[in-house]
């Protein structure tokens, strides 16, 4: 599987997003670029669930040195791998050890159910809650410290999307090292 040619937003208000671990998953799946597959990264070991399909956007950079991460609102979890054309409603800002992390929450263009959802104040509070709280805890149990800043709506996503992509094309073959790769 070959990310390399899929771009970070086919048109504008629109992004590829990358499944790496389906809604309702204790397992943590990563993308291994040098060989092309999922790779089970780890178990969460705790009962602490995805809220939502989450991934990435392909051929971006965040600030932490990885893909801009993803979550995207399903009625039904999708699988490892999946490629999703999303409308971004929402960034999560979040620190993970005292570097950004904000995450984009989405929804898939292709359910007529969410062609309406525009923005993150259309989502109930408590499912964002629930969002932020999984954050808190997951990355407590690596004993990493998380400070969750909030949630901004989508007029944000376009610039912090500009910041992430990089005006000349770099390899972004190597999104992991892997053991399964020698």
Not at 43 to 57: A, C, E, K, N, T
Not at 62 to 73: K, Q, R
Not at 132 to 142: N, P, Y
């Amino acid at each position: 599987m070959d990310l390399s040619l899929i771009p970070p937003s086919p048109m504008k208000g629109i992004v590829n997003l990358v499944v790496e671990i389906p809604a309702g998953s204790r397992n943590k799946y990563e993308y291994c670029s040098q060989a092309g597959i999922m790779e089970l990264d780890r178990i969460l070991h705790s009962s602490v669930r995805y809220p939502f399909d989450y991934g990435f956007v392909p051929n971006t950079l965040a600030d932490d040195g990885s893909p801009l991460d993803a979550m995207v609102i399903m009625d039904e979890p999708t699988f490892a791998g999946c490629l999703i054309k999303a409308r971004p409603i929402g960034v999560l800002d979040m620190h993970d050890c005292g570097k950004y992390d904000g995450k984009l929450l989405c929804v898939p263009i292709s359910n007529p159910r969410q062609e309406n959802i525009i923005s993150i104040n259309q989502i109930a509070p408590n499912q964002l809650e629930d969002v932020a709280e999984f954050f808190r805890t997951s990355k407590g149990l690596d004993g990493r410290t998380v400070q969750i800043d909030g949630w901004r709506d989508f007029e944000v996503v376009e610039e912090l999307l500009r910041k992430c992509t990089p005006k000349k094309k770099k390899s972004f073959k190597v999104l992991k090292k892997s053991s399964i790769v020698k």
